[in-house]
């Protein structure tokens, strides 16, 4: 296995990884801050980077059935959050190839 090679972003307000400072996402591929994860208050993105995805799997939330994919940080492994793949609830497609990152597993770095 060779080097993994991670983006490094630019701007006002970067949200990395708590446990390893990579950077994940900006303020501007923030979409809203009015979401829930598994450990409390999320994050929902546009984009992230530097982040692996899991198998999707069909989870029942609060809003409906998805089919969501757990992402971790590149550097250390650690679960941040989900990618949603597909909302089956009509209302819940905007999600659709958007990522929650959970608030209690970032700081900003820069």
Known sequence: MGLTYRVYLEGERIYGCA???THLATIHSMMSRAFNGQHG???LFDGVVNVTEGE???REMTTGKHTVRDISCIKCQMVLGWKYD???EP???YKEGKYILERNLLV???
């Open 56 to 58: 999707p799997a069909d």
């Open 41 to 43: 208050r999320a994050y």
């Open 19 to 21: 446990n390893c400072k």
């Open 86 to 88: 597909r909302a089956y």
């Open 91 to 93: 209302s819940q497609q």
């Open 108 to 110: 900003d770095v820069q």
